[in-house]
């Protein structure tokens, strides 16, 4: 395949950038020192969110307590969260630790077969089973982060000793960029012609013409440098930089964007500042706005490219934070109308929040640590915490800053400080607090008679004295509503809120009659006045005298009146035995056809990643569960020494000498209740966790096959069946104290009979009744569409793709590609019995074409059918849930814009009324389009949110805000405020209320002064060196303070040189306090109105006066 060489056309003349180039230092060095930066970001966060200290200055990240925990493992559980921290923002890192690993397995066993043998034992080699350490992860990432310093100080230094990239980094690079590439061209739906000239290896290694090989026979090669550097850079910082070189200039062709997009394929993530939630109702209704235009991801990754294309967007202003746009070579493939999670749930929790008079939703306000001592665990000292999750009941936005007590403000931590408290509670921004793991949550209700928003934070002012009695405590909900119902629940108190003289009840009143109805009609049970003998029939009869359903009892008072007798206890022990016992067949099938994936070498297209941390909380979790009680949960580990014995099971290979010991220390050997089999187990055969775990498996399969055969029922404590109550009185007592689950259906019959009663929803509603049956989310949009006369987003007739169906309507025999089939929503509704009858057909077809198949190659085939038959219908009911629920958010949407607080002046202007508002056909949902400025995405609206910074000891204010805001934009507006310049920016400018665009402004600046500063102090210390003959140091670089100490400079323009260079290196802006008589914020906003270029914006931008101050103090100095 010929090589694609990309580049600019002919008529244009760029002026490429050269990393050899000298003139060309200053650039390169404005994204070294960011790249550094964003290293240092990184080590700080983690080492303050696992409490190890950490230095001020990124001249000693190399030298803190973070790097010797990883060396020593002398804590496995923090070498195991700083290797997980490490991954997620490192994207790079778990492959070039286990690549690390795996060669010095290699060259261990090639020196020991030579020194027994003196032979070559290449072939008797198996190293590809080694697994990372943390030492591993230690001395890749020192070694890489070296590197970067080198290429740093060689850039920023007027003086400094060539630099190559180490060989074993090279090496490093040449393995991620060969990996990962199935998921890269999925991602991305490039085709294999779209990628051929990114392909490095051929049969005999790298291709003799690969245009974008790393080094060559002259050392780095300028594609190699670039990639490096990319590795350590955000994304759009990436992008930035390659777009200066030749062959990554353009992006309008899918090659060209392939190249981008593998170059930042591994990347790093920084922590990002966290932001004043935006609780005003204008912000709400511009973010549920923006929501309804983003595709749903259960939707997005069914479309074709072409569809796919209609959501991705160009980078404006808005979005890139005031960097000046190069229109189609600012283009990323990003899509970012893209929906990662359901927020419907929280916008229908807001809008409530708002509506309800009574009930009030549980909020999330962190963890409180009220107790700590320190413990000796396996000869190490541990800090031993207790901690309870705090929660309350309230309006959301009655929980924010400026509500919270002094007592709370007091146990929050100090972000500066070394080490946390013996007590503290964690900084955390209010949220709703979920409960479930699974996919489907549920939210906690409390009726509220009268609410007062200064009780309702939980009281944290009790010391602990040991006692259970003066613990923090919080309330428990009344009830529990499941979020699948939210839509259901704001239709109906929307039907309410506009038709209050017809629709008297609120939803409020619904819930609230529900508990009534049902206590009373349980009480009843309970005391004999109404007893067993009922018929399905008749009990439903009954039930409609309270206003109940048959589903909203619960299954065991049914069984009873219906004089039905539940599953005896060991017939439900038997079943759930069997189900572990089928559960563990299939993680054994799944890691021996895994097995040999994981040995692969990385960069190869078969590899699959081993998940050691998966497998090790598995094995951890499943070997407490299986260990007998001594009394009720006594006799078993701790918190701390289940966190010791989870991460000692993920880094097996550098704790397998010690593990014996943690399993003692969790009485799991050698104890009155030890485990059932662990001790069968012998540690000095398993090479790795892969084993332990392959073993594990094994034995665990024998032992639930003998618990099957002795069914000794009673002693199976870990299947943990609640023992079968005949008492109604006990079970129904229980049932009363327990938090109730309002349930599913709830308010189908309410909005039903608020149908009936509003006049236009009257002729719908008989409709309605005329059919079989029908369920809520179908009631809904037949209300939007026959009263409403509005739709769905087009969006959602997009035809989509599913592989299974690909293989299902294929008649091909051969090996020949299947053919991609693309539906309709519709159409698969349609299809639904014959997508069944094929899967049937194909299911046996396979079967038959294995004619000595065994039956569990057989079952594995049935499984593998049904598994993608699930994940296809399950996709589809997601995006039903998505496109019901979009209805109801957009008519949300209008209730704000026609009653919303924040919109009444503008009604006021247009002397507009709510209800005599007829709003155009482009304000409809049906129009809302991801590449269109219509409906209510046009809208022009104030915004204004609170930004918070540190000044010495105490917490500033200011307010960005924009007065005309589209709608659309506001997105790009909330993630504009995450840019980490801002907080340092914000001490120089006089005005409280900061103008948006004025900060736009001045960052499109920040670039172009940045660079300029460095070209000025690379040329001051290129003469102040050849002045004096200053001779690099050991490491072969002069430092800038040793060159200013050569010059004699002043102190005071010593500090302020060394405080701008400094602040320039790490992205932000210098100590203010140091230019406060130089440096003139009183007319920052009158940048709003100045362009860049304007001889008067020079006075009004922070970064062009520090500029100025900047090249005047690094002049050209005179020889002493």
Avoid at 130 to 148: G, T
Avoid at 205 to 216: Q, V
Wanted: charged share 30%.
């Amino acid at each position: 395949m010929k090589t694609k060489v990309l580049g600019n056309s002919p008529f244009e003349k760029p002026n490429y950038k050269k990393f050899k180039r000298e003139e060309d230092k200053p650039f390169y060095a404005t994204y070294l020192n960011t790249a550094k930066q964003n290293v240092f970001l990184i080590l700080r966060e983690i080492s303050d969110k696992l409490e190890l200290g950490f230095t001020t200055k990124d001249t000693g990240m190399l030298s803190t307590e973070l790097w010797s925990k990883l060396k020593n493992n002398d804590q496995p559980e923090v070498s195991q969260k700083i290797i997980e921290r490490l991954e997620n923002q490192f994207t790079f890192l778990r492959q070039l630790a286990l690549n690390h690993a795996r060669d010095k397995a290699y060259s261990s066993e090639v020196d020991s077969y030579q020194n027994d043998y003196n032979g070559d034992s290449q072939d008797k080699i198996n190293s590809n089973e080694a697994e990372s350490s943390p030492e591993d992860y230690h001395d890749v990432l020192k070694l890489w982060i070296e590197q970067l310093n080198s290429y740093r100080n060689y850039y920023t230094h007027a003086k400094h000793k060539p630099v190559q990239l180490d060989p074993a980094v090279i090496d490093g690079m040449r393995d991620l960029f060969d990996a990962d590439w199935k998921e890269f061209k999925d991602r991305f739906g490039f085709e294999d012609s779209v990628v051929g000239h990114l392909i490095r290896r051929g049969k005999n290694g790298e291709l003799a013409n690969f245009t974008y090989a790393f080094a060559d026979r002259h050392g780095t090669t300028e594609k190699g440098f670039l990639y490096f550097v990319c590795l350590w850079l955000e994304k759009k910082d990436a992008q930035e930089l390659l777009k200066k070189h030749e062959g990554f200039k353009r992006s309008s062709l899918s090659y060209e964007k392939a190249t981008l997009e593998r170059y930042t394929w591994f990347r790093t993530k920084i922590p990002k500042p966290k932001l004043v939630s935006d609780h005003s109702e204008a912000g709400l209704f511009m973010d549920m706005v923006n929501e309804l235009k983003r595709c749903p991801q259960p939707l997005y990754n069914t479309l074709s490219e072409k569809d796919k294309d209609t959501f991705k967007q160009l980078d404006t202003a808005d979005a890139s934070h005031g960097q000046e746009s190069e229109g189609d070579e600012d283009y990323t493939l990003t899509p970012v109308l893209k929906r990662h999670s359901n927020r419907f749930y929280y916008f229908a929790l807001r809008y409530l929040d708002q509506s309800f008079e009574h009930l009030r939703f549980h909020v999330d306000l962190g963890n409180y640590c009220f107790h700590s001592y320190d413990q000796v665990i396996e000869d190490m000292p541990r800090k031993r915490r207790w901690i309870k999750r705090m929660t309350g009941f309230g309006k959301l936005t009655d929980f924010d800053e400026a509500h919270r007590p002094a007592t709370w403000g007091e146990k929050l931590p100090d972000p500066l400080a070394q080490e946390k408290p013996d007590t503290y509670i964690t900084k955390t921004t209010p949220h709703y607090h979920l409960d479930g793991t699974g996919e489907v949550k549920n939210i906690g209700i409390k009726w509220v008679d009268s609410y007062d928003r200064k009780k309702i934070w939980p009281n944290v002012s009790e010391p602990y004295t040991h006692g259970k009695s003066d613990r923090p405590h919080t309330e428990a909900p009344d009830f529990w509503l499941s979020l699948y119902e939210l839509p259901a629940v704001a239709f109906y108190q929307m039907l309410h809120l506009q038709n209050k003289d017809r629709v008297h009840q609120s939803a409020e009143t619904v819930i609230r009659d529900y508990q009534q109805n049902l206590k009373n009609f349980l009480t009843a049970v309970a005391q004999g006045r109404i007893s067993p003998g009922y018929t399905l029939e008749t009990l439903s009869a009954e039930l409609d005298k309270s206003n109940l359903r048959i589903s909203y009892i619960p299954k065991a008072v049914v069984k009873y009146l219906l004089n039905k007798k539940g599953k005896a206890y060991d017939e439900k022990a038997n079943i759930r035995l069997q189900e572990l016992q089928k559960e563990n067949s299939r993680l054994l099938s799944k890691v021996n056809r895994q097995k040999p994936h994981y040995h692969k070498h990385t960069s190869n297209k078969d590899y699959v990643a081993m998940k050691a941390g998966y497998m090790a909380d598995f094995l951890a979790r499943d070997m407490i569960r299986l260990q007998q009680p001594i009394d009720q949960d006594q006799g078993k580990a701790n918190g701390t020494e289940f966190q010791l014995l989870q991460a000692k099971l993920a880094l097996f290979g550098k704790s397998k000498d010690t593990l014996h010991v943690t399993f003692k220390l969790c009485n799991l050997i050698d104890a009155a209740n030890p485990h059932p089999f662990l001790h069968k187990i012998k540690l000095s055969k398993c090479h790795g966790i892969l084993a332990f775990y392959t073993e594990y498996l094994h034995l665990r399969d024998g032992y639930l096959l003998q618990c099957l055969q002795e069914k000794k029922y009673n002693k199976y404590h870990f299947l943990k069946l609640n023992p079968v109550d005949t008492n109604i009185q006990t079970l129904i007592e229980r049932q009363l104290d327990a938090v109730m689950n309002l349930p599913r259906g709830l308010f189908k019959q309410p909005i039903l009979q608020a149908m009936t009663i509003i006049n236009a929803t009257k002729t719908l509603v008989q409709q309605l009744k005329e059919l079989p049956s029908v369920n809520v989310a179908y009631m809904i949009q037949s209300y939007f569409e026959h009263v409403r006369h509005d739709g769905n987003q087009e969006f959602y007739t997009y035809k989509r793709n599913y592989e299974l169906l690909d293989k299902l309507y294929d008649n091909k025999t051969g090996r020949s590609k299947t053919k991609a089939r693309y539906f309709t929503g519709q159409e698969l509704e349609q299809k639904t019995k014959e997508i069944k009858q094929k899967l049937a057909q194909k299911i046996d077809a396979a079967i038959r074409k294995k004619a000595n198949a065994t039956e569990e190659e057989k079952q594995r085939i049935r499984d593998n059918y049904q598994k993608a038959y699930k994940a296809f219908t399950h996709s589809e009911k997601q995006i039903r849930l998505h496109k019901s629920c979009d209805t109801v958010l957009f008519m949300m949407v209008d209730h704000m814009y026609r009653y919303g607080d924040f919109l009444l002046d503008r009604r006021k202007k247009k002397n507009e009324q709510p209800q005599l508002l007829e709003l155009a056909d482009s304000y409809k949902l049906r129009s809302i389009k991801p590449d269109t400025d219509q409906s209510f995405l046009s809208m022009l609206l104030p915004i204004a949110i609170p930004v918070f910074y540190p000044e010495k000891t105490s917490k500033h204010q200011r307010t960005i805000a924009r007065e005309q805001l589209k709608v659309k934009n506001y997105g790009d507006f909330r993630s504009f405020l995450k840019d980490r310049r801002l907080y340092t920016l914000l001490p120089y400018i006089s005005d409280e209320v900061v103008q948006f665009e004025a900060i736009q402004r001045e960052f499109a600046a920040y670039h172009r002064s940045r660079e300029s500063v460095f070209e000025k102090i690379l040329s001051f210390e290129k003469t102040v060196i050849a002045q004096h003959n200053i001779q690099p140091n050991k490491y072969g670089y002069i430092e800038h303070k040793d060159i200013l100490d050569e010059a004699r400079i002043p102190e005071e323009q010593y500090h302020q040189m060394i405080d701008i260079r400094n602040a320039l290196c790490h992205g932000t802006y210098p100590n203010p306090e140091k230019f406060k008589d130089q440096v003139d914020g009183s007319d920052f906003n009158a940048l709003k109105h100045i362009g860049l270029n304007a001889p008067e914006a020079s006075q009004k931008s922070i970064i062009t006066q520090l500029e100025q101050i900047a090249l005047r103090l690094y002049e050209k100095p005179k020889k002493n």
